[in-house]
Every structure is written in structure tokens, then in C-alpha cells.
């Protein structure tokens, strides 16, 4: 069935840059959209960006300026840049993609974390 595997998560200082990918397998008839999302320790989730099957994309707006999402469609793969990082981007990123197998699904990575710290 279809998987997302994520990496690129770690520890970086204030002010790094990370950039994270997450690869869709398996039994894809269509990918309609993927998207980051994000949850704080003691904190709701929030949606970080999507772009979709046409392209479009749009950012939370605690990250305009700083995160930029990209895709790979050859590869199935979403991609998050993350510049300027501050302590309080700080939380487990989660892909999501939702993909027609063919009937239209989400599904979820297991999550990378992302650590912000001197």
C-alpha cells in the first residue's frame, strides 16, 4: 500500500536551515496534493504548506518569507526548505498526501522532528 518516508529532520542553531523531504510509494494512480504540517509539544497541529497536483501553493503565515515547499513529481517527493530557523519552529513535521489509488485518501508520515537550539 502507499507509504510516505520521511527525512531531513535533526538539530540545528537559530538562524540554520534545514530542508526536509518526504517520498510517496507504492500503488499511486494520482497525487492530488501534498503538505507539511506541524505540531509544538503542547500545542495543536498547524498546516505549514501544501502544493498541489497543479502547483499552486500556500504557507501558513507564521512561515512566509522562511519556508518554501517544493515537488518532485518524477519522484513523488514533496520538499520543505526551512531558512532562518528560530527556536519556535521547534516541533514534529508531519507529511500528508492525498492520493487516488484511485479512490482519494490521505495518508500520513510517522513524523520528523525538528529541534531549534544554542
Known amino acids: 500500500q502507499v507509504q510516505l518516508v520521511e527525512s531531513g529532520g535533526g538539530l540545528v542553531q537559530p538562524g540554520g536551515s534545514l530542508r526536509l523531504s518526504c517520498a510517496a510509494s507504492?500503488?499511486?494512480?494520482?497525487?492530488?496534493?501534498m503538505t507539511w504540517y506541524r505540531q509544538a509539544p503542547g500545542k495543536q497541529r498547524e498546516l505549514v504548506a501544501t502544493?498541489?497536483?497543479?502547483?499552486?501553493?500556500n504557507y501558513a503565515d507564521s512561515v512566509k518569507g522562511r519556508f518554501t515547499i517544493s515537488r518532485d513529481n518524477a519522484k513523488n517527493t514533496v520538499y520543505l526548505q526551512i531558512n532562518s530557523l528560530e527556536p519556535e519552529d521547534t516541533a514534529i513535521y508531519y507529511c500528508?498526501?492525498?492520493?487516488?489509488?484511485?479512490?482519494?485518501?490521505?495518508?500520513w508520515g510517522q513524523g520528523t522532528q525538528v529541534t531549534v537550539s544554542s
Open positions: 500528508k498526501a492525498r492520493i487516488g489509488t484511485p479512490i482519494p485518501r490521505d495518508y
Open positions: 507504492g500503488k499511486i494512480f494520482s497525487i492530488y496534493a
Open positions: 502544493v498541489t497536483s497543479g502547483g499552486s501553493t
